[in-house]
T-cell receptor, first 111, second 111 residues
Framework: GESVGLHLPTLSVQEGDNSIINCAYS??????FIWYKQESGKGPQFIID?????DKRQGQRVTVLLNKTVKHLSLQIAATQPGDSAVYFC??????????FGTGTRLQVFP | EAQVTQNPRYLITVTGKKLTVTCSQN?????MSWYRQDPGLGLRQIYY???????DKGDVPEGYKVSRKEKRNFPLILESPSPNQTSLYFC??????????FGDGTRLSIL
């Protein structure tokens, strides 16, 4: 719901521009990373994932980059649309089926 | 349609009155988990289950119980709810080491 979005860093982009959302993770042993999108009143929805043996993975309009050296993950959204407005979370897999979530970034898309 | 279903979606209740939030998934997933989501803290894992009759504590298990008697169901039980358990709760399920599918959440208010 809306209260989830309070206190979050916010990225504001114009419709049609590209968006880059960043995430720092904490465990150098994490081998699997996931980006989720959460719209108001809904649960997190899977966007894209990447395993630690890769440094880039592309989906439809989205790209995830992984830099293991600095423990950094980014989500790039091409040609951002109003429907992309949401809170975005990264998650790292600390161990088998244990996900640690970041606190999220709110993406606002304006016309 | 593949989904994770939580009930109720909203509940206002009083301190000490036992409540159960149900979670059901129709994807035959082995893994199920409960999270709570609070402003500024992101998603924190309460309990998880790797399979039927196997449950383990997550990061914030105090005040909660779970059971996994059937593969599809993973209820969350608050035996004696307190105001600090007011939160937004999510159930999730997945195959092992795969992205988790989330329900749409249950907003609990404990007065």
């Amino acid at each position: 719901g809306e209260s989830v979005g309070l206190h979050l860093p916010t990225l504001s982009v114009q419709e049609g521009d590209n968006s880059i959302i960043n995430c720092a993770y904490s465990n150098s042993a994490s081998d699997y990373f996931i980006w989720y999108k959460q719209e108001s009143g809904k649960g997190p929805q899977f966007i894209i994932d990447i395993r630690s043996n890769m440094d880039k993975r592309q989906g439809q309009r989205v790209t995830v980059l992984l830099n293991k050296t600095v423990k950094h993950l980014s989500l790039q959204i091409a040609a951002t649309q109003p429907g992309d407005s949401a809170v975005y979370f990264c998650a790292e897999n600390w161990s088998t089926d244990k996900l640690i979530f970041g606190t999220g970034t709110r993406l606002q898309v304006f016309p | 349609e593949a989904q994770v279903t939580q009930n109720p979606r909203y509940l206002i209740t009083v301190t000490g009155k036992k409540l159960t939030v149900t979670c059901s998934q129709n994807m035959n997933h082995e893994y199920m988990s409960w999270y709570r989501q609070d402003p500024g803290l992101g998603l924190r894992q309460i309990y998880y289950s790797m399979n039927v009759e196997v449950t383990d504590k997550g990061d914030v298990p105090e005040g909660y119980k779970v059971s996994r008697k059937e593969k599809r169901n993973f209820p969350l039980i608050l035996e004696s709810p307190s105001p600090n358990q007011t939160s937004l709760y999510f159930c999730a399920s997945s195959y092992s080491n795969q992205p988790q599918h989330f329900g749409d959440g249950t907003r609990l208010s404990i007065l």
